[in-house]
């Protein structure tokens, strides 16, 4: 079982950045995708930027050319650089990590709260 856990979440002014950082709790060598994903409150959760195991990234509209997903070559932790903030960045941040098609499911962390003053 895939244990994941988020770190780096806080309060930042508008314009600010933060570093979310990913850490599951062994090496995953195979997997189709990590992502992050949030939700805000009285909102749906959304995913907000995916990167796949070749290495191909995608993002929500809302966060292009602001958000940057990467991987550590320890196949253990990612990250997520968040940079100009805005307010309605603000949310629960959560990794997920996607190893179905190797038969071991969609595995979720526990989540890191992200606030964003005006």
């Known amino acids: 079982q895939v244990q994941l856990v988020e770190s780096g979440g806080g309060l930042v002014q508008t314009g600010g950045s933060l570093r979310l950082s990913c850490t599951a709790s062994q090496t995953i060598f195979s997997y189709n995708s990590m992502g992050w994903y949030r939700q805000a409150p009285g909102k749906q959760r959304e995913l907000v930027a995916i990167?796949?195991?070749?290495?191909?990234?995608s993002y929500a509209n809302s966060v292009k050319a602001r958000f940057t997903i990467s991987r550590d070559n320890d196949k253990k932790t990612m990250h997520l650089q968040m940079n100009s903030l805005k307010p309605e960045d603000t949310a629960i941040y959560y990794c997920n990590v996607d190893l179905v098609a190797y038969g071991l499911g969609l595995h979720w962390g526990p989540g890191t709260q992200v606030t964003v003053s005006s």
């Open positions: 990167i796949y195991s070749g290495g191909s990234t």
